[in-house]
């Protein structure tokens, strides 16, 4: 059984050990120092974006807005004619199909 100490045993085993609130730690918690400079380089990249939209125009110029349109009509015109070619080359094929089956 551990005998009681008297005050002057107390503060001499207390006074060995050092003790600091900013070393003292909860058992099983994680040391988050080093996740700081992780964050800051993503909080500025973040800051860094919004900076970039702020000063992104939001509506297109007359002349982007027109070609973009003549460009959307030429792609509506060429999927029509992709859709044609399709049809020919599916008759065609029935066609051949035809041909081999009566030899």
Do not use: H
């Amino acid at each position: 059984m551990a005998r009681p100490r008297s005050s002057g045993e107390s503060q001499a085993v207390s006074s060995t050990k050092p003790v600091r609130n900013e070393t003292r730690r909860i058992r099983g918690a994680m040391d988050l120092t080093p996740l700081i400079p992780i964050v800051a380089i993503v909080a500025i990249a973040a800051v860094k974006i919004a900076r970039l939209r702020a000063t992104r125009p939001d509506a297109p110029s007359a002349d982007v807005t027109a070609q973009l349109e003549s460009l959307e009509s030429a792609v509506q015109g060429l999927q029509r004619e992709l859709a044609e070619t399709q049809e020919r080359l599916d008759f065609a094929e029935r066609l051949l199909s035809k041909a081999r089956e009566e030899r």
